[in-house]
């Protein structure tokens, strides 16, 4: 058993977020962390991890992990990478740990094939998706061979496809003897495979009964069925005509699509073929070749500067949209965008007591949890007010109260200023019933479909 007696954890003295907290988790097993942002999932693995409170806060009480070996895989993949490719990051991982040469060949071999990065071994982490990303830290781990896999979030950029298969391959480490533990707010796929549930509600953890647990998973194995329109004679807000862009590779060749001004369109695809590419070359981030036009001017020839006021991204990565230290200076400098003509103090105040982050107005913006770093990006650019929001997983990492909030505020400020809303999405809970299309890129191109 992993034994955790009257844990207390602070950041700053004041703020407890977990507070006298006693719990055992069965080794072995396959255990699963859920509860809304900002409970102290992350805190709790990176203290099981040893990470806290080395590196920050500070911590009272006991943990002991049974002499367990244990690595964590972070939320956001890319903070825990150091050198550039895979195959590098394996093998540095390997000689810390000062493993036998010998054994690099055959563990090297083991992790690539766990997790299926053959044809990502040598590229550039730092051109890899977010799924990517994710699929290569886990492969790091289990070249380590740890006994204790410390999940936070992992599958947050993953495709449906990638997502069943590492979670089956994790389930195949459990029977190997291995502990798993993975915080995550989407529940699909772990039915038969978690043996445990521990909810988090007013730094409270319960474990839930078997009954109760498996009443959870079932809830969340139900798909639905969701339908989408066609696009009539709209008129279109993007325009691409014999439109190709690459990023060592081909990723989008495609020879007219119209992207249709004050909708919301969702884009689905399998990680790494492009969705982001796209949208950084809808951004002026990116080149691209033949002709991609926004209000029938080409996106190429237009000022940066007063583009930009007109068609904003929201990054996959929250920390990333970031300039200022505390959350007050981040919402100050979004209140001044030259757009914003609706969001004064009181509006702002009344969004950040619906994202429950009217609290949070002091702390610096990367010692929020994942999930409060995503709901505050996503405020910023509510309040900026651009013409278009290019929005690249924006409910990422948020469970599905925090989620609905989000989404709510995104439909209220687009039916006051006709926004036009673009998602890059791969869970379509709490989204699809608001998008108005959705187009799939596969095979280079992008696709309108119905279902």
């Known amino acids: 058993m992993i034994t955790i007696k009257n844990l207390t954890f602070t950041y700053d003295l004041q703020n407890k977020i977990l507070d006298n907290l006693s719990l055992t988790i069965p080794t072995k097993e396959f255990s699963l962390l859920v509860g809304p942002s900002g409970c102290g999932k992350s805190t709790l693995l990176k203290i099981l991890a040893a990470l806290y409170p080395k590196y920050a806060g500070q911590l009272t009480g006991e943990v002991d992990l049974n002499g367990l070996r244990a690595a964590m895989l972070f939320q956001n993949a890319s903070e825990q990478f ?50 990517e990303q994710q699929r290569v830290a886990l492969a790091v781990l289990v070249a380590m061979d740890v006994d204790l896999y410390l999940l936070d979030e992992p599958f947050a950029s993953c495709d449906p496809d990638a997502r069943r298969f590492l979670i089956n391959k994790l389930a195949a480490l459990k029977k190997q003897g291995k502990t798993i533990l993975i915080s995550d707010h989407l529940l699909s796929n772990y039915q038969n495979i978690c043996d445990n549930i521990f909810q988090f509600q007013k730094k409270v953890i319960t474990k839930l009964s078997a009954a109760a647990k498996d009443n959870l998973l079932q809830k969340n194995k139900d798909k639905k069925n969701y339908h989408f329109a066609l696009p009539q004679s709209e008129q279109p807000c993007f325009t691409l005509t014999n439109t190709k862009i690459s990023e060592n590779r081909l990723l989008l060749n495609q020879k007219h699509l119209q992207i249709m001004a004050g909708k919301t369109t969702l884009i689905t695809g399998a990680n790494g073929i492009g969705k982001t590419s796209l ?29 930009l006021r007109q068609v904003g991204q929201v990054f996959q990565k929250a920390s990333d949209q970031f300039i200022n230290i505390s959350v007050a200076d981040e919402l100050n400098l979004s209140k001044k965008s030259p757009n914003n003509h609706f969001f004064t103090d009181p509006e702002i105040n009344k969004a950040l007591i619906a994202l429950e982050l009217d609290q949070t107005l002091d702390q610096v913006v990367y010692s929020l949890s994942g999930g409060q770093q995503k709901k505050l990006q996503i405020l910023l650019m509510i309040i ?29 400020n687009q039916a ?34 119905t279902k």
């Open 82 to 131: 150091t050198m550039s490719t895979p195959r590098e990051e394996i093998i540095f991982a390997l000689e810390n740990l000062q493993v036998d040469r010998e054994q690099y060949a055959q563990r090297l071999k083991l992790a690539v094939k766990f997790a299926q990065i053959d044809h990502l071994l040598d590229q550039k982490i730092n051109t890899m998706s977010g799924g």
């Open 384 to 412: 900026a007010s651009q013409a278009v929001l290019l929005l690249d997983e924006p409910l990422s990492g948020l469970d599905n109260h925090s989620a609905k909030q989000i989404i709510n505020l995104l439909k209220e």
């Open 279 to 307: 949208f950084n070359a809808l951004s002026k981030m990116l080149s691209y070749d033949g002709s991609l036009t926004y209000y029938d001017h080409e996106i190429s020839q237009l000022s940066t500067r007063k583009y």
């Open 416 to 449: 006051r200023q006709g926004q036009t809303l673009v998602i890059i999405t791969h869970d379509l809970t709490n989204i699809a019933e608001w998008c108005d299309y959705h187009l799939v890129f596969k095979n280079q191109q992008l696709t309108y479909v």
